[in-house]
């Protein structure tokens, strides 16, 4: 007999101009317009220090545009998008 996992589904894309305030779990295809780092400090976390990092990301499709908010390791995937000629990237879960 076959296992299924549970939990896993086919994503449904959603356009920028679906979008409410206040909602989740959205999945988007877009474009990175531009990325800037907003805020980056370090914290002394133990014996290590860590950075946080925030940086605001205008994306978007052909319906419209909006400020993405990127932590950490996000922010620095989006400015090596918005510097690359093709720049679509999936937004999964936002």
Same mark, same amino acid.
């Given at each position: 007999m076959a296992e299924?996992?549970?939990?896993?589904?086919k994503p449904v894309f959603t356009k920028v101009e679906q979008l409410r305030p206040? +909602?989740?779990?959205? +999945?988007? +295809?877009v474009k990175v317009v531009s990325a800037k780092m907003v805020l980056q400090k370090g914290r002394a976390d133990g014996p290590q220090v860590r950075q946080m990092k925030i940086a605001e990301c205008l994306v978007g499709d052909e319906t419209g545009? &909006? &400020?993405? +908010?990127?932590?950490?390791?996000?922010?620095?995937?989006?400015?090596?998008s918005a510097n690359s000629y093709s720049s679509s990237v999936w937004l999964i879960g936002s």
């Open positions: 299924s996992k549970p939990g896993l589904r206040g +909602t989740g779990g959205h +999945t988007l +295809t545009l &909006i &400020i993405f +908010t990127a932590r950490n390791d996000q922010g620095f995937f989006f400015f090596e």
